[in-house]
Each structure stands twice: as structure tokens, then as C-alpha cells.
């Protein structure tokens, strides 16, 4: 499968603190995505980072992508209790479909 | 209001018997798509579609069927449903170039006993 993983599978801070969930996936990538889900509802998409980009943020929200290591981080500074919800990288290899990981988890407790 | 539309949003249903999960979407969209989701394994991509009549097969499509006959729907159909199909489903759309943000449905939860 070319599905990607995430690490951890479940993360639980405080508010305020810093959140960091890791991607790892197994073919070269034309872009990858980072989506939030809230608890059974639908995912949202949240930031897209090109295969030629090594950066980027939006928001709180900073994603890095390392193409040699074939794995991305997605940091959410100053995390706060909305931020609940399990988060997934997804990925577009050369096709047209599209693998997301298996999520990780994240807790913000107030 | 730009959406994904899915019903119905709950379905209990038994083995075998026919069913089909209607997909819509307002936004002028070329490519849509449906997914599971089970514990433990994520999103797993059934079926796409990059535009009309166009349709293939995505990491799981045993057991499923799909149409493209309109550019805003994407119905799933289960021809003989069976209890391994019991999970999440969710359908997606995007516009049709390299980079393709999704916009999800509010998911499917079916459950075949």
C-alpha cells in the first residue's frame, strides 16, 4: 500500500502548548495535504504543500516536507481545545488518487 | 452555499440486499471521489472519477459500483452488500488540476447486518 502514517497516532497537550504530528510515505509525491477531522464528521482541508516546496504556513499552522526522507510535519503553534480533532496527511503520487494515513489523534485539554 | 451533499447519512441495512449512496456537489467540480474509513486503517479510496463517464478503481473497489452520468453526482452502489462493508463512507470533490484541495461530504455511516 502507499498509504502514508502518521506519528503518533495520539498526541494530549496542554493549551498553549506546541502540537507536532509526523507523515511518513513510501512513493515520490506531486503535492501533499494536511486535513482535519472532527470526532465521525467530514475532513477539512487545511494546507497543501507542493513537492518542490520545503515550507509553508498558514495560520498557526506550519507544514514542512522533506522529499528525500519522503515524510512531512504539520506543527500547530499555541494549540487550543477547538484544535481536538485527528489530523491526516494525505498524498497525490503520480495518478490521480489520492492515499491518506491512518491519523493522528490530537487532545487539547483546557 | 458551495457543498458535498451525501445521503442518506445513516443506513442499516442487511447482506444482500441492493443499496446506493447518492454524492452531489455545487461546485462545478471534474473530480470526485469516495472513501471508507475504519479504525485503525484511515481513508481508504474506493472509486474516482475525473470527469464524466470517466471512472477508476481505487484501492478498494471490490464490491462497489460506481456512475458518472452528470457532472455534479457520484452515486455508490452496492450491488450485494456484506458485513465486511459496514464503515464510514465519505465522497469528495475537487476542481481538476495538478493540485487538488478535496471538499468532503458530511459521511455515510452504514451498517450491514
Known amino acids: 500500500s502507499q498509504q502514508g502514517e502518521e506519528d503518533p497516532q495520539a498526541l494530549s497537550i496542554q493549551e498553549g502548548e506546541n502540537a507536532t504530528m509526523n507523515c511518513s510515505y513510501k512513493?515520490?509525491?506531486?503535492?501533499l495535504q494536511w486535513y482535519r477531522q472532527n470526532s465521525g464528521r467530514g475532513l477539512v482541508h487545511l494546507i497543501l504543500?507542493?513537492?518542490?516546496?520545503r515550507e509553508k504556513h498558514s495560520g498557526r499552522l506550519r507544514v514542512t516536507l522533506d522529499t528525500s526522507k519522503k515524510s512531512s510535519s504539520l506543527l500547530i503553534t499555541a494549540s487550543r481545545a477547538a484544535d481536538t480533532a485527528s489530523y491526516f496527511c494525505?498524498?497525490?503520487?503520480?495518478?490521480?488518487?489520492?492515499?491518506f494515513g491512518t491519523g493522528t489523534s490530537l487532545t487539547v485539554i483546557p | 452555499e458551495a457543498q458535498v451533499t451525501q445521503n442518506p447519512r445513516y443506513l442499516i441495512t442487511v447482506t444482500g440486499k441492493k443499496l446506493t449512496v447518492t454524492c452531489s456537489q455545487n461546485m462545478n467540480h471534474e473530480y470526485m471521489s469516495w472513501y471508507r474509513q475504519d479504525p485503525g486503517l484511515g481513508l481508504r479510496q474506493i472509486y474516482y472519477s475525473m470527469n464524466v463517464e470517466v471512472t477508476d478503481k481505487g484501492d478498494v473497489p471490490e464490491g462497489y459500483k460506481v456512475s458518472r452520468k452528470e457532472k455534479r453526482n457520484f452515486p455508490l452502489i452496492l450491488e450485494s452488500p456484506s458485513p465486511n462493508q459496514t464503515s464510514l463512507y465519505f465522497c469528495?470533490?475537487?476542481?481538476?488540476?495538478?493540485?487538488?484541495?478535496?471538499?468532503f461530504g458530511p459521511g455515510t455511516r452504514l451498517t450491514v447486518l
Open positions: 469528495a470533490s475537487s476542481i481538476m488540476d495538478r493540485y487538488n484541495e478535496q471538499f
Open positions: 504543500i507542493r513537492s518542490n516546496e
Open positions: 494525505a498524498t497525490v503520487p503520480t495518478g490521480n488518487q489520492f492515499y
Open positions: 512513493t515520490s509525491i506531486n503535492n
